[in-house]
């Protein structure tokens, strides 16, 4: 009787906003020190589940689970509670920093909030983060304006980590970044999760980083999640057609875009 | 999302690094005018009431009065130096306070949303619908003249003037992924708005009130043309044209022009600043990508 228990557990999640229903009946668990991606092309209300687990948008009915605890909680120490358990990632790294502060600045404030204490320790802490990600003290000293996209993405998984989160949520956070930049920054992400089991939920509609980066993926569709498993057999067998249209619309040598539009407007027509 | 939200205006980006003449120019005149009300009762060559009709409607560069004198022979200078300070204090009173409550106004009907903002944007449309001077008239009308009433109802009346452009601004700058990610590491609503996006909009809001204060400095005098603002001895540089009316019938405008001058130059002057101040801050801006 010793079962890990999820950290953090979704079920029945809808959020409607009007009469537009964009998330629709999604479940899913995610154990320790595992990663989960969630699939799916805009629209599929991805980046709404990643927006309700952060607390960002109030989910309609359904509820979100962290370590056993239902949250939702609007009250402070609910709050801080919340943000200790759970961080996000955003996709635009240079909109996630107050343009006014230094890395090092917006890397401390956190710190400060969830763990008070005194000045000389919160330094030390933020050169530790700096270090971790692979960013110079120099660069810590930087606005974020003079840094690179590559380095403010760092940065800002520095800043989610100073809070030392179980589970981190990243929404498209490599799709502004150059290839090779990517390639950084997953591997980066990978070193992280093995160091300190930090689990991740990780939101993209890129195919091949999601194979890197997951263990367990979901894919979306209008809301709903229509295949799900492990990534690789998700990936190398998909049950669902529109999994396979997905796969499909990767550029290849043998790429037949005819194959592709016809496959859609047939999904399309269900 | 988007990488980059439009920006208020893509030009004065050169601006701020090159410093032009004409604002070297206002900044100059602005801090004379200011350091003239301010030490007018020691740099004043003649007391601001002192008559001598013997020399009434002396033209500007007679021996002793360079400015000339009015109708009952006062010094011109001395009294467009004088007139500085209540020209300059009421409309920076009437300034600060339309400042701040514009500014709550503003943050809060961007942050809340809802009909919080319906509520706070209506109302400041419905104030900013009524002239500011008619307004002000009202004001003396029933709180008897002085210059109390018409500083606070002018604050009122530009409050939207200043809440309707924070309210855009903080929205704009609202949707841009920082602040939401303070509330995801757990930082309170008001604290991210204060700390955060506060002064991200502040320059915004400066360049504004800048532009007010020229506004308020031509209403407020206004006022004082019409005889509710000012009461004599004192005087400010509208009552100083209005008194001046008679003397330019008679064929000697200097007594009226040099107050109008004074009113003229500090409000081109000011709304330059402002100008400049909005300008640099979309300067800035566009560095950033």
Known sequence: ?270 | MTLTIPRLRAKAARGRRRRPLTLVLATAFLVLVAAMGLLAPVLAPHSPDETSLLNALAPPGTEGHWLGTDSTGRDVLSRVMHGARLSLLAPLGVVLLSLVLGTAIGLLAARAGGWVDAVLSRGMDIVFAFPSLLLVILSVAVFGPGLTAPICVLAIAYTPFIGRVVRSVAIQEGARPYLESYRVMGFGELRVTLRHLLPNVLPVIIAQSALSFGYALVDLASLSYLGLGVRPPDADWGSMISQAQSAILQGSPWSGLMPGIAVLLTVVCVNLLGEHLGGSISGKRSEET
């Open chain 1, 1 to 270: 009787m010793n079962q890990p228990q999820p950290v953090l557990a979704v079920s029945s999640l809808v959020k409607r906003f009007g009469s537009f229903t964009a998330v629709d009946d999604v479940s899913f668990e995610l154990m320790p020190g595992t990663s989960l991606g969630i699939v799916g092309e805009s629209g599929s209300g991805k980046t709404t589940t990643a927006r309700i687990l952060a607390g960002l948008e109030r989910p309609t009915s359904g509820t979100v689970t962290l370590e056993g605890r239902a949250v939702g909680g609007r009250s402070r120490r609910d709050r801080l509670w919340q943000a200790g358990r759970l961080q996000m990632i955003f996709q635009d790294p240079y909109g996630s920093f107050d343009p006014r502060r230094t890395i090092a600045q917006s890397i401390a404030e956190p710190l400060r909030l969830h763990a008070p204490g005194p000045a000389e320790r919160h330094r030390a802490r933020v050169a530790e983060l700096l270090d971790q990600v692979g960013l110079s003290t120099r660069a810590g000293e930087a606005l974020p304006r003079d840094l690179s996209g590559g380095q403010r993405q760092r940065a800002a998984i520095a800043r989610a980590l100073g809070i030392a989160p179980r589970v981190l949520v990243l929404d498209e956070a490599v799709a502004a970044l150059d290839v090779s930049i990517q390639a950084q920054i997953l591997t980066l992400l990978d070193e992280l999760r093995r160091e300190t089991g930090i689990s991740y939920v990780f939101v993209s509609h890129d195919l091949a980083v999601v194979r890197y980066i997951t263990d367990t993926a979901v894919v979306m569709r209008h809301g709903r999640i229509v295949e799900r498993g492990g990534t690789e057999q998700i990936l190398r067998s998909p049950q669902h057609p529109y999994t396979r249209l997905l796969l499909d619309s990767i550029p290849s040598p043998d790429w037949d875009l005819e194959r592709v539009a016809r496959d859609r407007r047939a999904l399309d027509a269900r």
